[in-house]
């Protein structure tokens, strides 16, 4: 039998800000599998628990460069907050995005060969990297990438520094802009509803499953219920089925048909999406810490 340790739950808690008890709950039915746990808490407690989906757990940036029809988006990542207002750190980001459009490398070793010099690092943004974390004092890396460049428009939108979106397109540059800050708001995960992620699909059609079993209707009244949850889920998470951020009349599609423009596709990146962050526990950190002084007396 799996023990259900208070860090566990809190783990638990934390990501779906659930009550306490009911994490343990789920927790010790889903035989401490975190994963399944979050579900079992969709199911009793609904959309509540769903939380974690959003959550940011990692510091870092989202930068984008743009030139005609090739675009480049990279997520940097850092250890605190602080560090990516630093000067440096922006530099580098800002520089590997510009490589990542004018080179094309194939994942994040090749972009780490390319040549690039920096704050008297070098010759290549690997060397500058490692320079930097001695030099600022806190890790730093490159997770992902983004390239577009198929011969279609290009428009880009930052949220800050922590939301970036990727817009290929023809048609109306002004459209195409309002659409991806509109992916920035709303996060859609495809385009269409017959692009959403098979895996996406059977996880919501499981959670419905469940939900509508609680009902106690018949099972052909069940079964109707699933089906329209999953359908209403497809419309929801579909960039053209979503209602338009800035004209909720109208659906994403209908506005890009309007303005005689069409989207290709698009490339979302939020900073810390589905990283892990360390919490230091810090009065576990002075009980270590006395406990070993009192060991060495």
Known sequence: MVVINASMVAELRAKTDAPMMECKKALTEAEGDMVKAEELLRVKLGTKAGKAASRVTAEGVVTCFVNGTTGAM????????????????????????????????????ALGALAYSQDSFGPTLEDVRKGLIGKIGENMSFRRFKRAAGGA???????????????????????????AMHVAAMKPVSLTSAEVPAD??????????????????PADIVTKM???????????VSLFNQSFVK?????????????????????????GEGIEKKVDDFAAEVAAQVAAAQGAA
């Open 200 to 217: 996406l699909i059977e996880k919501e059609r499981s959670v419905a499953a469940a939900k509508a079993a609680e009902s106690g209707k």
């Open 247 to 271: 004209n909720d009349k109208q659906t994403v599609e209908q506005m890009l048909k309007a303005a005689g423009t069409t989207v290709k596709a698009f490339t979302l990146y939020v900073v």
């Open 74 to 109: 990279i997520e940097v990542n850092c250890e605190t907050d602080f560090v990516t207002k630093n000067d440096s750190f922006l530099a580098l980001a800002n520089a590997a995005a510009k490589l990542v459009a004018d080179h094309n490398p194939a994942d994040l070793t």
């Open 226 to 236: 699933v089906d329209g949850s999953v359908q209403k889920y497809l419309k929801e």
């Open 153 to 179: 428009k290009i428009a880009n939108y930052l949220h800050g520094t922590r939301i970036g979106v990727l817009v290929e397109f023809e048609g109306d540059e002004t459209a195409a802009k309002d659409v």
